[in-house]
């Protein structure tokens, strides 16, 4: 099956070029496959068409919806199916158990550039990861220049070469279109660069001008209906061509995480074959971006409240154009999952604090990813949890990208409906070490458990004995002379090292 890619101007689609979507009379009911949807805007008429939120209609056909803020469209994806072993080239026919133990889909081409037998060299994995390269197969030794592809699957993109860093380092020098496309050159036109919607492209020459002659052929490879990598999100191009062979290497994403890397000697049209070959392996689940969060049906534990909170947060973005731009384009789902997160909170929480006041708080702020979620005992009869996320932000009246990290003490409350968050905030972490400039005792557990316990460090509290926990906290126990415990404290350490009392006695 080929995978189905829609471009849409606009964030409202006619439905009715959807076959498969039918409409009864008022109230207009909105019917997929034979299930009824009730999206959050009902479908309406205007000048006699049905229009209904394109978001409902292609989720339910089960497709990806993303905003492509530089190109001002809605990007509809329908992922391909999966592959088999024995779909693939000869060179990965029966590899599945190497790649036993990742954590992150694997991805493959079935398509190669090289008509003789090939090898895999050089397989490393990790849970986070794979690594190989594809060699003639001769059984002979081979050398850098042997390898036609290198495969890897990490947290991080291709780097740049020192060769492409030293001719971007310098003022940019003319910007022009090259076959209707805006680039910028540099050095002389040794180097060229240029985007197109969610990719951005680098173009390398071994002289003056050759740069501009790189890029021209990528443009004409790479037209505006080009699929680079079918369902990715983001991605970078480079050819480069500093001797007789041209160098190309791809790097993309399917959920903004994981970052999949093939390099290539090879032609650019080779390149993009291998890029629009690439297929999951069927062994494992196909990938699930966390696009849109639903609210689970029933909150059945405090523990579930805070988890579907935060991982609803982890697709919100609330950030400026100009702040988009920094980052590097479209965000996650934007201010749409800002109303799911708000109705997480308790109703007393809410009459206490209004959605536009919500949202404000989320200025400037995408991707809160959530690192530590701990008991921590209660408060006033509620329980009561450790929290720290990291966070991405954009700030600056010139915006620039930065990682953040805020923890803080949430409770949670239970009611007719399920848990509910009923209290809690999240604050800077390192923020000078609260004002009070470097202090290497807030880096010693016992240290701060002692604090925290007593009136000051030199109140004698007994003796100290710390056990580390299997969840990554320690248990700061004071014992008297008798051997009894007097006072005990759990600690967790936070990012930036300073170490947080979550409960004590």
């Not at 849409?8 to 076959?19: E, F, K, M, N, R």
């Not at 708080?361 to 809160?368: C, E, F, H, R, Y």
């Not at 700030?395 to 809690?424: A, C, H, N």
């Not at 990012?495 to 006695?505: A, L, S, T």
């Amino acid at each position: 099956m080929k995978k189905k890619w829609l471009t849409v101007i606009g964030a409202v689609i006619l439905a009715t070029a959807i076959t498969t979507v039918a409409f009864a009379p008022s109230p207009i009911k909105l019917v997929v496959n034979g299930q009824e949807i009730k999206p959050d805007v009902p479908p309406h008429l205007i000048n006699g068409r049905t229009m209904v939120p394109i978001r409902w209609v292609a989720e339910a056909l089960g497709a990806d919806v993303q905003w492509d803020e530089r190109s001002n469209a809605v990007v509809i994806t329908k992922e391909m199916p999966g592959v088999s072993e024995s779909d693939l080239p000869d060179v990965f026919r029966n590899v599945s158990s190497k790649f036993e133990g990742i954590e992150v889909p694997v991805y493959l081409p079935t398509y190669l550039p090289y008509s003789g037998a090939l090898g895999l060299s050089h397989f490393k994995t990790s849970k986070g990861g794979y690594s190989f390269k594809l060699v003639p197969k001769n059984g002979e030794s081979h050398s850098m220049a042997d390898e036609v592809v290198t495969m890897v699957a990490s947290q991080q993109p291709f780097s740049p070469f020192p060769t492409e860093e030293q001719l971007f380092s310098g003022s940019p020098g003319e910007t022009f279109k090259l076959s209707g496309v805006q680039v910028q050159s540099y050095n002389a036109g040794m180097g060229v660069r240029w985007s197109k919607g969610s990719w951005e492209f680098v173009a390398i020459g071994h002289g003056v001008q050759d740069g501009i002659r790189v890029a021209e052929e990528v443009i004409q490879c790479v037209s505006e209906t080009t699929i680079l990598v079918p369902g990715a999100i983001q991605g970078k191009f480079r050819a480069a061509q500093l001797g007789n062979p041209m160098y190309v290497a791809a790097s993309w994403s399917y959920d903004g995480t994981t970052w999949y890397t093939l390099e290539s000697r090879s032609s650019v049209k080779d390149m993009l074959k291998m890029l629009q070959s690439i297929r999951q392996l069927d062994r494992q689940e196909p990938v699930k971006r966390k696009y849109y969060p639903k609210v689970p049906e029933r909150i059945a534990t405090p523990e579930m409240a805070l988890r579907a909170y935060f991982d609803t947060l982890s697709v919100a973005a609330n950030l400026k154009p100009a702040q988009m731009g920094a980052v590097g384009g479209t965000v996650g789902m934007g201010l749409e999952p800002y109303p799911t997160a708000y109705g997480y909170w308790s109703e007393d929480w809410q009459n206490k604090h209004p959605y536009e006041e919500f949202v404000a708080s989320w200025q400037g702020t995408a991707n809160v990813e959530l690192l530590k979620l701990l008991p921590a005992g209660k408060e006033k009869g509620e329980p009561r949890f450790f929290v720290e996320v990291k966070t991405i932000e954009a700030v600056g009246e010139k915006p620039r990208l930065g990682v953040f990290y805020y923890s803080g003490f949430f409770t949670v409350t239970e009611t007719p409906e399920g848990w509910q968050i009923s209290d809690g905030r999240l604050e800077p972490e390192n923020l000078g070490w609260k004002l009070g400039g470097h202090q290497p005792w807030l880096g010693d557990p016992e240290s701060v458990a002692h604090v925290q316990l007593g009136q000051s460090i030199d109140t004698p509290l007994g003796e100290a004995v710390t056990e580390n926990n299997v969840n990554g906290t320690v248990t700061v126990k004071y014992t008297d002379a008798n051997g009894y415990i007097t006072h005990w404290a759990i600690l967790v350490q936070r990012e930036d090292g300073i170490w947080e009392v979550i409960e004590k006695q």
